[in-house]
């Protein structure tokens, strides 16, 4: 998986047991560039919102 946030232009892979932190407002984006299917967890101490984009 990939999370680039906005206008990173390579960032790092993340590989299994791989942890990630996005502080509050970060434009992100979530990609999985593998051969096979991603699975992510995700936690979050309190209430959150996100905008999907394409």
Request: with cysteine.
């Amino acid at each position: 998986m990939t999370n680039p946030f906005e206008g990173e232009e390579s960032p790092p892979r993340m590989g299994p047991g791989s942890y990630w932190y996005v502080p509050a407002g970060a434009v992100h984006a979530t990609a999985c560039v593998s051969d096979t299917p991603c699975q992510f967890y995700f936690h979050a101490e309190s209430g959150f919102d996100f905008t999907p984009v394409e």
